[in-house]
């Protein structure tokens, strides 16, 4: 059975930051890309930062350059989000997301979410 736990979010002013962690078990971590994906009060969900499988390549969304930082321990199957310098608009639901190949077919996973709050 695939789980991917969240933890990490919480309530802190702008201009904070907070690590964000995602625990996975139920498939072979490393062969997965993982992501993280954030989702707003009336807004959609938006992709804000992957790393690969294979090389650990990341990208990230324009909004999150420089401020936020994914990365990944294969060892203890947790990919990672560091977020610095948050600002108001960070505020949403951060999802953690897992893609692999099973069976030749593509396969997706999420977590359940964590709320991230900056505010004053």
């Known amino acids: 059975q695939v789980q991917l736990v969240e933890s990490g979010g919480g309530l802190l002013q702008p201009g904070g930051s907070l690590r964000l962690s995602c625990a996975a078990s139920?498939?072979?971590?490393?062969?997965?890309?993982m992501s993280w994906y954030r989702q707003a009060p009336g807004k959609e969900r938006e992709l804000v930062a992957r790393?690969?499988?294979?090389?650990?390549?990341?990208n990230y969304a324009d909004s999150m350059k420089g401020r936020f930082t994914i990365f990944r321990d294969n060892a203890k199957n947790t990919v990672y989000l560091q977020m610095n310098s948050l600002k108001p608009e960070d505020t949403a639901v951060y999802y953690c997301?897992?893609?692999?190949?099973?069976?030749?077919?593509?396969?997706?996973?999420w977590g359940q979410g964590t709320q991230v709050t900056a505010s004053s």
């Open positions: 790393i690969t499988n294979t090389d650990g390549r990341t």
């Open positions: 997301n897992a893609r692999y190949l099973e069976a030749g077919a593509l396969v997706e996973y």
């Open positions: 139920g498939f072979t971590f490393s062969s997965a890309v």
